[in-house]
Each structure stands twice: as structure tokens, then as C-alpha cells.
T-cell receptor, first 115, second 112 residues
Framework: GAVVSQHPSRVICKSGTSVKIECRSLDFQATTMFWYRQFPKQSLMLMAT?????????EQGVEKDKFLINHASLTLSTLTVTSAHPEDSSFYIC???????????FGPGTRLTVT | AQSVTQLDSHVSVSEGTPVLLRCNYS??????LFWYVQHPNKGLQLLLKYTSAATLVKGINGFEAEFKKSETSFHLTKPSAHMSDAAEYFC??????????FGTGTSLTVIP
């Protein structure tokens, strides 16, 4: 149990276009999901906290108008990278909380490449 | 200030030899501590966690970690490295206030 999926696993898009990444908790309900960004050979950087039915909370320095987060249901959160640029290329990982923070399950990640 | 430090950015061991990945934290309180493993282009998998129960925690794949409050450490060990252990390892801490803190990661290389 406690599986989190992400779709797509890889995406290549042209500069200026928007890309949507889905994060799903497959076998549990998650009132809270997190979105992280990871640069090569670096740790995860928390971008935002996504709460079902309310606005996401963004970390300092993360542009909320660029990285749109929607947590429409207890099993789905989406991250939309709007007007993507090459510097947005990165590995994006989501996680879902089952119960409390000690039960955090990570998705497999999405590799975004902006050309 | 609260922080997590992984002392080694890279560790290299021979197959069959012990593994030691170090993690220290800075806090006035006893936190919850986790070790996660990440294989290339994959998400994070929980290896083990300490949440104020037994100080020696056993995890998956033969890994274990010991919480030492006096040393503010939570080092990850394995008696005998396997080739499949080659990956990135992250020490993660929850301090009061329910915030996650990620260490910078340790890349483990296993030499055949």
C-alpha cells in the first residue's frame, strides 16, 4: 500500500508552452501533498505544500504564478509549469501524506526538459 | 537554528564491506529522523525512521541506523554492501513545527 504515482515520467516541451504534471495517491487519501524540485546531484527543494480544497502554500522564492498547483481531490494534485523556460528544466517530485508527516510517500518523479 | 548535515557528499566502498553514511542534526529537541534512498531518476524510498521509540532502528535491505541524542547523530549502516545499494541517500528530519529538512545527500558507490 501507500503508492504515489506521477504522470508523465518524462516530458519535453518547447519554451513558452505550459506543462501539467499529475501526482496521485493510488491507495490512500492525502489531504496534503508536497511538490519538490531537484537539480542534478542536489537535494530536494520544497516548492509548495498542496492542501486539498485550499490554496497551495509556496516556499519563499517560488513563483506561484509560474508554478500553479491544484489539489482538486484527496487523491490528485497537479503542478502546471506555465510559460516554461529552459531554466525550468528539472526533476519534479511529489509526495503525499497519509495521516501525519511521518507517513510521507514519494512519487517516482517527472523529468521536465524545456527546449 | 535547526539543520541537517550529511557529512560526506560521496562514499565509495567495495562490495561486501560495511557501509557508513553519516548524518548529524542541530536542534534543542529530539526530532523524528528518516533515511531515504533514491536510485537514478527515481523517487525516494523510505529505508527506515526513528520516532522516539527504540534508538536502534532496523530498515529494509539490511540497513539500520542508531539515534544518538548525545551526539545528535543518526548514522546509517549496513554490514555488507551490495552492488544494488549504489544510490543517493538522504537524511531527513522533522523538527518541531512539522517542517521537513532534507540533508544534502550522500552518493554511495559500490565497487565490485
Amino acid at each position: 500500500g501507500a503508492v504515489v504515482s506521477q504522470h508523465p515520467s518524462r516530458v519535453i516541451c518547447k519554451s513558452g508552452t505550459s506543462v501539467k504534471i499529475e501526482c496521485r495517491s493510488l491507495d490512500f487519501q492525502a489531504t496534503t501533498m508536497f511538490w519538490y524540485r531537484q537539480f542534478p546531484k542536489q537535494s530536494l527543494m520544497l516548492m509548495a505544500t498542496s492542501n486539498e480544497g485550499s490554496k497551495a502554500t509556496y516556499e519563499q522564492g517560488v513563483e506561484k504564478d509560474k508554478f500553479l498547483i491544484n489539489h482538486a481531490s484527496l487523491t490528485l494534485s497537479t503542478l502546471t509549469v506555465t510559460s516554461a523556460h529552459p531554466e525550468d528544466s528539472s526533476f519534479y517530485i511529489c509526495s503525499a501524506i497519509r495521516g501525519d508527516l511521518h507517513e510521507q510517500y514519494f512519487g517516482p518523479g517527472t523529468r521536465l526538459t524545456v527546449t | 537554528a535547526q539543520s541537517v548535515t550529511q557529512l560526506d557528499s560521496h562514499v565509495s566502498v567495495s562490495e561486501g564491506t560495511p557501509v557508513l553514511l553519516r548524518c548529524n542534526y542541530s536542534s534543542s529537541y529530539s526530532p523524528s529522523l528518516f533515511w531515504y534512498v533514491q536510485h537514478p531518476n527515481k523517487g525516494l524510498q523510505l529505508l527506515l525512521k526513528y520516532t522516539s521509540a527504540a534508538t536502534l532502528v532496523k530498515g529494509i535491505n539490511g540497513f539500520e541506523a542508531e539515534f544518538k541524542k548525545s551526539e545528535t547523530s543518526f548514522h546509517l549502516t549496513k554490514p555488507s554492501a551490495h552492488m544494488s545499494d549504489a544510490a543517493e541517500y538522504f537524511c531527513v528530519v522533522i523538527f518541531t513545527g512539522n517542517q521537513f529538512y532534507f540533508g544534502t545527500g550522500t552518493s554511495l558507490t559500490v565497487i565490485p
